[in-house]
């Protein structure tokens, strides 16, 4: 089978059991990442970190970048562009957000962000024990990710999105990380 396709059938499948997450669990499971990710945070003493704002059945961050707003660590997250390309946003309130290209949501403070990032939160459908991923298929988080080598890359992803090996193609950035637990 081509990779493409391939990949294309491993998204569908995730997306589909994502659906499924009971929320009672769901909410337990996202906390657990949540706090995971404060650990490494603190432990490294990061003070800028890339996070995605949860949309759909991703795994909720908001409560962890709250956190990190209030305790004036800069967050930073993607506006969708065209051309698999992001623009890099400061977020100063979860309150001001606005819909971008791909139905994902980013601030609507145009603040771009240029500078390096300690931490970059990686989201994604699937993920392999080598650390790869498969993203939504836009190529936007391979992009970007490229060129941040100096910044810690962590997926976050639920369980049953573990498969045995992404199938790879050139372009596919491996992360540094990838948080998961049993439930």
Do not use: W
């Not at 971008?100 to 989201?123: A, C, F, W």
Request: a neutral charge; hydrophobic letters at 40%.
């Amino acid at each position: 089978m081509e990779i493409k396709s391939e990949k294309a059938n491993i998204r569908k499948l995730m997306l589909d059991k994502r659906k499924q997450i009971g929320t009672s669990v769901k909410a337990q499971y996202d906390n657990y990442i949540c706090q995971e990710l404060e650990q490494i945070i603190q432990e490294n003493n990061f003070k800028v970190i890339h996070a995605y704002i949860p949309i759909a059945n991703e795994i909720n961050i908001l409560p962890l970048i709250n956190k990190l707003l209030k305790n004036n660590i800069t967050v930073v997250c993607p506006k969708t562009l065209t051309k698999r390309r992001l623009e890099n946003r400061v977020l100063v309130s979860l309150t001001k957000l606005e819909m971008g290209i791909m139905q994902t949501l980013h601030p609507e403070e145009p603040l771009i962000y240029e500078g390096k990032y300690d931490l970059v939160i990686v989201p994604g459908l699937a993920f392999d024990k080598a650390n790869y991923r498969v993203g939504y298929g836009g190529g936007y988080y391979d992009n970007f990710l490229i060129n941040q080598p100096e910044a810690h890359k962590v997926g976050i992803f639920y369980p049953f999105q573990m498969i045995d090996t992404v199938p790879l193609e050139p372009h596919d950035v491996r992360l540094d990380l990838i948080l998961c637990k049993e439930f």
